[in-house]
């Protein structure tokens, strides 16, 4: 069996990294890198500290307008499934690569497995929610990570071939997490105690695209009261500069961080604050209270057990949340997206 599998975007490497082994073990795998994220440090960082094999092909895509953006990628992955002509194509989440991915396949009737199907946001505004909502229903096998993800899709009529495996990010930080422990040294770099800081990141278009938006956000942070290291997205970078906003001075920025860096600045911080959805997840499976900055998510397993409090960039409700933290880790903490054999459980499918 060859499988083409298609990624862009950093949450979708750390995604590849277990089931691309996984997948070798048993079939041919040809890995499309879109070129959606492309800094060394969005990455080629991934590639190497997550032992992700090289791609067979980096499409080097990386224009920012989401039609210039997704039509690219499609033009030339379709001319790349022809030539490979793969059994299946493998694309993964919500992003513009995801979407391009799909769709090119689906027009060529090559089948398509979807991991991380059935999420809703049930906010049209966010590209990500028209990714996932056309890529649902455009693939032959959907991999959903939890039951309220299998009831999104029912509802609109997708029930054949979806099968709930979990998160494969848990698989990710089950395998990383020591190694993470050992490799990185960002707390002596940067100083840090742990437990003494917050750790933010801040990059979805819906909050950080709008002036007014992203200015009440940074008087939010104003008003915490612990210091906040934030690894800058360049989307988030570029804004700021834009729009000539200052952020304030308990915010320390930060390039973006490689991935054992991240889990080991997340997994000793006080708290995360984020509008990330991977990283909601990486919170909770390391034991970290978080504060997601958005008025809707997808996880919402996690709010429903405590361990996530949705503040949308308002002032008052940071400052209660925040406040709020420390005693969140005293809730009971339930496996909510599998036991971290997501890889595993998808290559049983695939494969059997
Ligand atoms: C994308 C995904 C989002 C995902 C996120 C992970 C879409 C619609 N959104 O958002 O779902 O959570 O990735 O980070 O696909 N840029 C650089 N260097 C890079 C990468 C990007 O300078 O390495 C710039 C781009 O040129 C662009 C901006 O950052 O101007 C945003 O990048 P883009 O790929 O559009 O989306 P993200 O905001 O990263």
């Known amino acids: 069996m060859k499988i083409c599998s298609v990624v ?13 082994t996984a997948i070798r073990n048993q079939a041919t795998e040809i890995l499309v890198h879109t070129g959606q994220h492309f800094d060394q440090n969005m ?3 991934f590639f190497s500290e997550l032992e992700i094999p090289k791609p067979e092909y980096n499409l080097n895509i990386s224009v920012s307008s989401h039609a210039e953006q ?11 499934y022809l030539k490979e002509k793969p059994d299946l194509v493998l694309v993964y989440g919500d992003t513009n690569s995801t979407l391009a991915g799909a769709l090119a396949a689906s027009k060529i009737h090559i089948p398509i497995a979807h991991v991380e199907a059935g999420l809703r946001s049930f906010n049209r505004n966010m590209p990500e929610e028209i990714n996932r909502v056309l890529t649902d229903h455009v693939s032959r096998w959907l991999f959903v990570p939890s039951d309220e993800a299998r009831k999104n899709l029912s509802a609109e009529g997708i029930t054949n071939n979806v099968f709930e495996v979990g998160d494969l990010m848990y698989d990710a930080v089950l395998k990383f997490s020591k190694k993470a422990s050992t490799h990185s040294n960002i707390l002596e770099r940067l100083e840090l105690q742990a437990g003494s800081f917050l750790l933010l990141t ?9 002036r007014e938006h992203l200015e009440n956000i940074i008087s939010a942070l104003a008003s915490v009261e612990s210091k906040i290291l934030l690894p800058l997205h360049p989307r988030t970078a570029k ?3 834009a729009f000539k906003l200052e952020l304030p001075n308990n915010v320390q920025t930060l390039e973006p961080l490689g991935y054992l860096d991240n889990l080991q600045l997340l997994e000793n911080s006080r708290g995360l604050l984020t509008d990330s959805g991977g990283m909601q997840k990486e919170a909770y499976y390391l034991n970290v209270p978080c504060i997601t900055l958005r008025s809707e998510t997808e996880w919402v397993e996690t709010v429903e057990v405590g361990w ?7 002032f008052k409700s940071l400052k209660t949340a925040e406040s709020g933290l420390d005693a969140v880790r005293k809730k009971e903490h339930p496996a909510l997206y599998g036991n971290g054999s997501t890889a595993e459980l998808i290559c049983n499918r695939l494969f059997s």
């Open 8 to 20: 862009g975007a950093r949450p979708q490497f750390i995604k590849a990294a277990p089931l691309s």
């Open 43 to 45: 990455s080629d960082v």
């Open 70 to 80: 997704t039509g690219q990628m499609m033009v030339e992955l379709e001319k790349l």
């Open 202 to 210: 801040l990059h979805r278009a819906e909050n950080v695209d709008s």
């Open 239 to 241: 804004r700021l500069q």
């Open 308 to 314: 996530n409090q949705l503040v949308h960039g308002d």
